[in-house]
């Protein structure tokens, strides 16, 4: 049984883009392998945890699509087995150079949480750092960080 870590994330581009991805994931209830398939089209753990940066997709059911104009958006709450969905995010916007995307993400159980940009462990932080920094501040606003820390 994994760790589940939470994830806040959010996809933007060309509405035609996002709305297709957006159709396609809804449709098959997954999301990485829609933005990097497998080679070979079957399920490869090794695979997945080096190009997704967790080992299983994700259920989709917590994002919406919001369209805007011609520029649209994916945004909500996923869980991911064991870490974060960066690798997955990195090499769609390597491959959609017209898309932007953001992830932040928590796991407490391993002590650690972050962005697309970077990683922090969070017992090494003190409460400060949730409230005087532009990254602490927008994980605690996500996840709740400093209530989890009261509650322990």
Same mark, same amino acid.
């Given at each position: 049984?994994?760790?589940?870590? #939470?994830? +806040?994330? *959010?996809?933007?581009?060309? !509405?035609?883009?996002?709305?297709?991805?957006? &159709?396609?994931? $809804?449709?098959?209830?997954?999301?990485?392998?829609?933005?990097?398939?497998?080679?070979?089209?079957?399920?490869? !753990?090794?695979?997945?945890?080096? +190009?997704?940066?967790? $080992?299983? =997709?994700?259920?989709? @059911?917590g994002l919406d699509f919001e369209p805007d104009g011609d520029y649209s958006r994916i945004?909500?709450?996923?869980?991911?087995?064991?870490?974060?969905?960066?690798?997955?995010?990195?090499?769609?916007? *390597?491959?959609?150079?017209?898309?932007?995307?953001?992830?932040?993400?928590?796991?407490?159980?391993?002590?650690?949480? &972050?962005?697309?940009? &970077? @990683?922090?462990?969070?017992? @090494?932080? *003190? =409460?400060?750092?949730?409230? $005087?920094?532009?990254? &602490? @501040?927008?994980?605690? #606003? +996500?996840?709740?960080?400093?209530?989890? !820390?009261?509650?322990?």
């Amino acid at each position: 049984m994994p760790n589940w870590c #939470s994830n +806040h994330i *959010e996809l933007m581009g060309p !509405r035609d883009k996002i709305e297709k991805v957006f &159709g396609k994931a $809804k449709e098959e209830n997954k999301l990485l392998e829609l933005l990097v398939p497998f080679p070979d089209g079957e399920y490869d !753990r090794d695979f997945a945890i080096n +190009h997704w940066g967790t $080992k299983w =997709d994700v259920d989709i @059911e917590g994002l919406d699509f919001e369209p805007d104009g011609d520029y649209s958006r994916i945004s909500g709450y996923i869980d991911s087995a064991w870490g974060p969905p960066t690798e997955a995010l990195h090499t769609w916007l *390597e491959d959609n150079p017209d898309c932007e995307a953001q992830l932040l993400y928590y796991e407490p159980a391993m002590d650690f949480a &972050g962005s697309m940009d &970077g @990683e922090i462990t969070i017992s @090494e932080c *003190e =409460d400060e750092y949730f409230t $005087k920094t532009e990254l &602490g @501040e927008l994980l605690d #606003s +996500h996840f709740g960080i400093l209530d989890y !820390r009261l509650e322990e």
